[in-house]
């Protein structure tokens, strides 16, 4: 499970200070994902990437940036921290191939705004 | 738009007993289904996936498209069982290619 790793995997931060949340997977895979899990909400998915370049929102963008550079790499940024973005963020990547489009998880983010 | 539901967002069960986890979804193409678990503290990983059919850790899920579900089922539940699990659903074309959707899950907690 090391191919898609995130961190930190803790992170206190204040209203209105901006954070980033890393992701890194080293399997190439084209497709990445961002989601947050909330008690209630289940998993909803922030923004997408389907290539390097290449980002869409998902059903809950507002508040955050992203980023695609390179491939393995989807960074994710609160601009202006605030409490409602309380919640466990997770990453995750697909080879989005013929077949299947099994995801694969990153270990989590627990983020706290105060 | 596609829709996953789980109605039940807790399920007890006695260790032995068996249990059924509740899927239903609106989609009205082909879609590809996958439940998901979460133990405690860890990240979700794949359960099953409707198309390799196979039967995992004991579970098993069968697609029917009349009724449009996905119900996870074990005839004998474990206690290591207990753990939240999520039903997903994938298009495999048009605007949504390539991702998920999914329920709002379903805390299983297995009693000894």
């Known amino acids: 499970d090391a191919g898609i790793t995130q961190s930190p995997r803790y992170k206190i931060t204040e209203t209105g200070r901006q954070v980033t949340l890393m992701c890194h997977q080293t399997?190439?895979?084209?497709?990445m994902f961002w989601y947050r899990q909330d008690l209630g909400h289940g998993l909803r998915l922030i923004y997408y990437s389907a290539a390097a370049d290449i980002t869409d929102k998902g059903e809950v963008p507002d508040g955050y940036v992203v980023s695609r550079s390179k491939t393995e790499n989807f960074p994710l940024t609160l601009e202006s921290a605030t409490r409602s973005q309380t919640s466990v963020y997770f990453c995750?990547?697909?080879?989005?191939?013929?077949?299947?489009?099994?995801?694969?998880f990153g270990p989590g983010t627990r983020l706290t705004v105060t | 738009a596609q829709r996953v539901t789980q109605p039940e967002k807790l399920l007890s069960v006695f260790k032995g007993a068996p249990v059924e986890l509740k899927c239903n979804y609106s989609y009205s193409g082909s879609p590809e289904l996958f439940w998901y678990v979460q133990y405690s503290r860890q990240r979700l990983q794949l359960l099953l996936r409707?198309?390799s059919r196979e039967s995992i850790k004991g579970f098993t899920a069968d697609l029917n498209k009349g009724e449009t579900s996905f119900h996870l089922k074990k005839p004998f539940a474990q206690e290591e069982d207990s753990a939240m699990y999520y039903c997903a659903l994938s298009v495999l074309g048009g605007t949504s290619y390539g991702k998920l959707t999914f329920g709002q899950g379903t805390i299983l907690t297995v009693h000894p």
């Open positions: 409707h198309i």
């Open positions: 399997w190439s895979h084209s497709y």
């Open positions: 995750a990547s697909s080879d989005g191939g013929q077949g299947s489009h099994e995801q694969y």
